[in-house]
């Protein structure tokens, strides 16, 4: 289960300018995390994750209602990596590009080497031919190991997108 | 009357060495006010603002034109309560989701305890099982109060929004 | 031709802790850059670029195969100021209004006075009595000129958007 409250509006436990000094740091591993993604190098994506890391992509409904299911749900980095191959190798190549736009970056908790974090998304899917569409709107729920000078990485992500309904072939990472 | 101006575009009043220095702070605030509007909890919106401040949204081409009306006007606190306070009792729960994407924060000026910025906006609606759309995009132009170590606070903000035309459903504050 | 990597994803060259203390800079400038556009103050945009500037707008699919083409192309400072002072006299006033949303600026090096920098953007169009809609979305890749506390200006920005079609009637800058 998520140790994260995807349940409500949960207040800062920092003071904001402890929050305001962290941003940059996470805002940094969110810009990596999303040229990764948009630059369709999938294979590198699970690097950003712990090996006990926990992923999972689901509605707000779902996320309000404390409800474990989602469209996409992991609980390690093996099960990433699996993914990633898979997604690598079945996908035709380009049929589409992806952009995300990431914003409001908000850092909630800071404390025991880890930070907790949450942040705006909106992945703007083109097809070949095609104009640009927003594919799906939403907000990371984060949770980072933050050990001294080293890279932050995801102990867990939790995607949670608007809408009920998404389209069927959502199979990439976001 | 709006002190801001709203009809053209305003060069920097003060070096970009300050306006990055403060640009930080301005995000920390509207990063939790979007929080909390975003969440619902509509109630506490009034409290981002002073006792005596601005709140307007309105289109852009009344905005060039200097002209008062707006599709949202008060001009103090409480009226903002009476707002919060009637939307959040009328309303049907969660019919919609609302996302805000916030970029390119301007710091215009500083000085006198306050603030002058600008910050574009992408406002996303999500029905239920509906796709998520963009309801509004503008920029929100405002006077903050800023007292030494205290939290910023809203002496003014007006929502300038591009189109103009709008969805007559808009009640929520943006 | 551009000297800029646009074929495939670049790793950063410098640390994420330089790139975290350069962002706000580059941040700066876009933020203005956009400012300029937004408010139609179009014949001031060739004051954001050097003389010997290199500025061009092309599809994804056309910087991937690296070819030269693009639907703009300038290589200096003046061939920009011809184009702005066209589109200023010949647009007629404010059929539409643009609005850039930026996020993930992303600081790939920065040596020898240059920044190399990319920055995610989203171009809304709003047509007088219509909605606002995504007009495009892309990413800038750009080299800028660093000069100790001098502000930046752009040596190349290449204007990459996701889209094979494109309106016709981008004659806008971006």
New interface residues.
């Given amino acids: 289960m998520s140790q994260l409250n995807l349940a409500?509006?949960e207040a800062?436990r920092i003071s904001?300018r402890q929050?305001?000094a962290l941003?940059?740091?996470v805002?940094?591993f969110?810009?990596?995390y999303?040229?990764?993604l948009?630059?369709?190098?999938i294979e590198n994506w699970p690097t950003y994750f712990t090996d006990d890391c926990i992923y999972r992509i689901t509605a707000?409904?779902n996320a309000?209602l404390n409800m474990p299911v989602g469209l996409v749900y992991a609980d390690n980095k093996a099960m990433l990596h699996d993914r990633a191959v898979a997604i690598a190798r079945t996908q035709m190549f380009?049929p589409r590009?992806m952009?995300?736009?990431?914003?409001?970056?908000?850092i909630i908790d800071a404390r025991n080497e880890e930070i907790i974090a949450?942040c705006?998304f909106?992945l703007?899917q083109?097809l070949?031919?095609?104009?640009?569409?927003?594919h799906?709107?939403?907000?990371y729920y984060d949770r980072f190991e933050h050990k001294g000078e080293q890279?932050l990485l995801l102990k867990e992500r939790q995607v949670v997108?608007?809408?009920?309904?998404i389209a069927n072939d959502l199979v990439y990472p976001v």
Avoid: F, K, W
């Avoid at 948009?38 to 190098?41: K, V």
């Avoid at 952009?99 to 908000?106: A, D, E, G, Y």
């Avoid at 070949?128 to 927003?134: A, H, I, R, Y």
């Avoid at 997108?161 to 309904?165: A, H, K, N, Q, T």
């Fill in positions: 409500s509006h800062l904001p929050a305001m941003r940059p740091l805002e940094q969110n810009i990596e999303c040229a990764t948009d630059s369709g190098d707000r409904e309000h380009a590009t952009l995300h736009i990431l914003s409001n970056t908000r949450s705006n909106l703007l083109t070949v031919e095609g104009p640009s569409t927003v799906l709107a939403g907000t890279e997108y608007e809408s009920s309904v």
